[in-house]
């Protein structure tokens, strides 16, 4: 069966750093791209980020160029979303999902589109 879950959120103070993991379990990377989502109090769900690991593309929303970084261990199961530089703006819940390649927004990680979320973790950043 396929999984996918979060890590590594919590309380931290402005100016501080994060690294959420996420682990995709039951899938072949070949077969989905990996993004990254955030979902801000009272706001739609956005994506941060997203990438195919096997072909190289990459898309990054631009809000988070620059303070947010993804990468993944060799075997591709294991993910991580970098974020430094924490704003109060930055607080809310954020998600990992496995987009799979016959989505139609597969490349950019569409929020709407075909895909195994996990449930996130929250992120809160206090002044």
């Known amino acids: 069966q396929v999984r996918v879950e979060e890590s590594g959120g919590g309380l931290v103070q402005a100016g501080g750093s994060l690294r959420l993991t996420c682990t995709v379990t039951g899938l072949k990377f070949e077969d989905y791209a990996l993004g990254w989502f955030r979902q801000l109090p009272g706001n739609n769900r956005e994506t941060l980020q997203c990438?195919?690991?096997?072909?190289?593309?990459?898309w990054y929303a631009e809000f988070a160029k620059g303070r947010f970084t993804i990468s993944a261990d060799n075997d591709r199961k294991t993910h991580y979303l970098q974020m430094d530089s924490l704003e109060p703006e930055d607080t809310a819940r954020y998600f990992c999902a496995a987009i799979l390649r016959r989505s139609r927004s597969y490349q950019i990680c569409g929020t709407r589109a075909e895909g195994y979320w996990g449930q996130g973790t929250q992120v809160t950043v206090s002044s």
């Open positions: 990438i195919t690991w096997s072909a190289g593309g990459r």
